[in-house]
């Protein structure tokens, strides 16, 4: 089926100053200069486009120098003319990308992405174009998703923004709109909803109602995506710095009922007494609390995709084990539990890598750990059994649970906040006593098998982990009252 864009009105010009700054930019990267030159000369148009040019015109607007990354190019030079072009010039191409149009180069570090002027048309049933050479850059400016990546900058001499839908008015307002009806736009290929709502974290733009109102009735549409791609935007909108508003339009227009309906989910009913927070809200103070202390931490990793999405999903089983108490209590014992399964089973279905799938899930699952401290009682054998669960993740599950508390009691928050204080103090004076990063039984294998005159095998393996909870419950043992131990259990476990 054959789809046309409806055209807007043209833009207003684009203003002298900002024509001048954007071509002052341009000449910052000598390459781009170069790559006009040889089209120019060879009787072809080149043009810088897309985010290039969107991130440049932000970049102007800020003072800012131009941002560096992959290069998006359009021409009217069809891909065998392209290669021509770049022959003994890029220091390398590729064309993974040519049945679309796209030839890829990289020239002194640079690399470019050089696609044909193209007028696709969409058959609705899945994502991909027919894929038709267009005869004009303005029809290949129609085709793109929105209007602040419907603009482009000639790299011949002139330097000529070209600006058809007003994409510089919507990116300077702060404003989302596509090219031509956003419902045509999503039903050809509904990834771009994603990309709506990874526009509203990385550049702070307000979806136009139009778009908005489309986004939401076509939401289903979003199941034609494959989940590789679902999660490529997710992850990307989770790791800007302010994803929060993102995320809400990401559940309001109902998209993520259909890729990620855990998350819905969270927004259930208050019960009438107020005994137990908005989930769904709790949810997204906790993400915004964990990036601030992410962000705060020399040492960490920034952005922290594991961190994010722990932060995002730690509640995810309240639903499931919601109870309604005497006296107008509402519970929802062991969570976690269930939060760790449902977290492992989405995050799997969305086809992240396993080490995050499974980091993920521990983070949900350990979340609660630190309720148990109390005012501060924890025995070592309590903080060495927190550590060695935590693992690796240690940093993150402290960041984690300090975000997980969002009372406005001033005087509770305090109290939460000192108590995790006295643990990680706890945790380190111990470490100073014990590598607690790495505690093992205080006898190896060999040992083991020496002492009970046993092959390797099953019972090893149940004496090792003996001899592990031993280690955690007492601290490091001599080795003689290790081995004592160990033939204790031996005989009691024999008879």
Known sequence: M??????????????????????ELVDLSPVLAEVGRRFTAAGFEVHLVGG???????????????????????????????????R?????????????????????????????????RYDRESRNPEVAWGDSLVEDL???????????????????VTDPFGGLG??????????????????????????????????????????????????????????ERVQHEFSRTLLNDSPSEA?????????????????????????????????????????????????????????????RLAALLHDIGKPATRRHEAGGRVSFHHHEVVGAKLVRRRLT???????????????????????????GEWTDSAV?????????????????????????????AAMLSATYDSLEERIKELSKAEDLGRIRPDLDGNRIMELLDIPPGREVGEAWRFLKDLRLERGPLDPDVAEAELLTWWRNRSS
């Not at 819905?264 to 009438?272: C, G, N, Q, Y």
């Open 2 to 23: 054959s789809v046309e864009h409806p055209r807007r009105p043209p833009a207003q010009p684009v203003p002298a100053a900002v024509q001048a700054t954007v071509r």
């Open 52 to 86: 290039s040019v969107r991130d440049a015109l932000l970049a102007a607007a800020d003072d800012a120098a131009l941002p560096t990354g992959d290069l998006d190019l359009t021409t009217d030079a069809r891909p065998e003319q392209t290669l021509e072009v770049l």
């Open 88 to 120: 003994g010039w890029a220091s390398s191409t590729w064309n993974t990308g040519i049945a679309f149009g796209t030839v890829g180069a990289e020239v002194r570090g640079e690399r470019l992405e050089i696609t044909t002027f193209r007028a696709d």
């Open 142 to 160: 129609a085709r793109r998703d929105f209007t602040v990546n419907a603009m482009a900058v000639s790299l011949g001499e002139d330097r000529t």
């Open 170 to 227: 919507d990116l300077l307002a702060r404003r989302l709109r596509t090219p031509g009806r956003a419902e045509d736009s999503f039903a050809d290929d509904p990834l771009r909803m994603l990309r709506a709502v990874r526009f509203v974290a990385q550049l702070q733009l307000v979806p136009d109602p139009e778009v908005v109102e489309a986004m939401t009735s076509l939401a289903g549409e979003l199941g034609r995506i494959t989940p």
């Open 247 to 307: 995320l809400d339009l990401f559940v309001s227009t109902g998209l993520a009922d259909v890729v990620l309906p855990e998350l819905s989910a969270l927004r259930m009913e208050i019960d009438e007494h107020h005994q137990h927070k908005d989930v769904y809200a709790h949810s997204l103070i906790v993400l915004d609390q964990a990036i601030a202390l992410e962000q705060a931490d020399p040492q960490a990793e920034s952005p922290d995709l594991v961190l």
């Open 349 to 375: 279905a969305l086809k992240y890598p396993k080490d995050v799938v499974e980091a993920v899930g521990r983070l949900t699952f350990l979340h609660l750990r630190f309720h148990g401290y109390g005012n």
């Open 384 to 412: 060495r059994r927190y550590v060695t669960d935590a693992g690796d993740l240690l940093p993150r599950l402290h960041k984690l649970v300090r975000s997980d508390s969002t009372t406005r009691n001033k005087k509770r």
